[in-house]
T-cell receptor
Framework: AQTVTQSQPEMSVQEAETVTLSCTYD???????LFWYKQPPSRQMILVIR??????QNATENRFSVNFQKAAKSFSLKISDSQLGDAAMYFCAYRRDNAGNMLTFGGGTRLMVKP | GAVVSQHPSRVICKSGTSVKIECRSL??????MFWYRQFPKQSLMLMAT?????????EQGVEKDKFLINHASLTLSTLTVASAHPEDSSFYIC???????????FGPGTRLLVL
């Protein structure tokens, strides 16, 4: 079974600074997808960024980028120029392939942004 | 992006009553819908996966006779909590995925409180 581990229950960052959230996973599959979701206080899950395992290039979405290390099974999220609106729970998630399989979520990291 | 709605957003009921939660994909056909449960300060835990027109697949430990899932159309799935008890109080989230899309889209969630 796949597992996703987020070792940082809470992280704090100063506004405008950069923060990195860690995620590791365990799988025997070679084809899979990795995601970072944001859950603000409204509790609506919002997709932040997605990475296909077969792609070597790290995904980037504006201020959000990932460091995908397939051999190490590591998938960290870097948030640059942190904003107050970035404060939320962040969940790392794994999906086995592109055939409708469910997401396996990590335990989450609460990010606090200090003004 | 795609929109998924849930209704109701919040429900309070007495112990022993049944509660129905609707999940709708508003602008796409959802071949697969997922139901998650989230306890306070915890991650999302998959309860079941439903494909349109077929029986739902439940995760281990989830009682299918208590959590009844119906995916009768490509835009609607319902979760009925039968004879709800206080321990069923939780935040329930659905997500929907179209066959042609790689991403799941999440509903805003339903907070259930059983007194």
């Amino acid at each position: 079974a796949q597992t996703v581990t987020q070792s940082q229950p809470e992280m704090s960052v100063q506004e405008a600074e950069t923060v990195t959230l860690s995620c590791t996973y365990d799988t025997s599959e070679s084809d899979y997808y990795l995601f970072w979701y944001k859950q603000p206080p409204s509790r609506q899950m919002i997709l932040v960024i997605r990475q296909e395992a077969y792609k070597q290039q790290n995904a980037t979405e504006n201020r959000f980028s990932v460091n995908f290390q397939k051999a190490a099974k590591s998938f960290s999220l870097k948030i640059s120029d942190s904003q107050l609106g970035d404060a939320a729970m962040y969940f790392c998630a794994y999906r086995r392939d592109n055939a409708g399989n469910m997401l396996t979520f990590g335990g989450g990291t609460r990010l606090m942004v200090k003004p | 992006g795609a929109v998924v709605s849930q209704h109701p957003s919040r429900v309070i009921c007495k112990s022993g009553t049944s509660v129905k939660i609707e999940c709708r994909s508003l602008d796409f056909q959802a071949t697969t819908m997922f139901w998650y449960r989230q306890f306070p300060k915890q991650s999302l835990m998959l309860m079941a996966t439903s494909n349109e027109g077929s029986k739902a697949t439940y995760e281990q430990g989830v009682e299918k006779d208590k959590f009844l899932i119906n995916h009768a159309s490509l835009t609607l799935s319902t979760l009925t909590v039968a004879s709800a008890h206080p321990e069923d109080s939780s935040f329930y989230i659905c997500s929907a995925r179209a066959l042609s899309r790689e991403t799941q889209y999440f509903g805003p969630g339903t907070r259930l409180l059983v007194l």
